[in-house]
């Protein structure tokens, strides 16, 4: 069954609340509240665990089936470690990133990828 425009328009309205409403709330809340100081401590380390989610399931994780692939991503294992050092020494999440991009791509053309 194919969908109308107003089904568009209603899913496009759906998202946009989706998308809004999880941002929205916690500002409303926390606009005219002092934030606890453990909570600002503990907040910056969610951007390095969901960094290190995402590369970790990439390097170690076959996408299409879902399963542990260990060792086998050899350019992947040495480009993480790269990003690591760089990412240590630098502390800019966009350098880390280039460089693990190029570091990929220019391993992956001697190693498995």
Known sequence: MAMSSMDHFILIILSMAV???PRYIPLRIFATRQIPEWFNEWMKYVPVSL???LV???VFMNSAKFTFVGFYNV???LASLIVI???YRTRSMGLSVVLGLIAVAL???VVTV
């Open 19 to 21: 998308a809004f409403i």
């Open 51 to 53: 960094f290190t989610a």
């Open 56 to 58: 970790v399931k990439d």
């Open 75 to 77: 350019a992947k294992i």
């Open 85 to 87: 050092a760089v990412a």
């Open 107 to 109: 391993l992956s053309l």
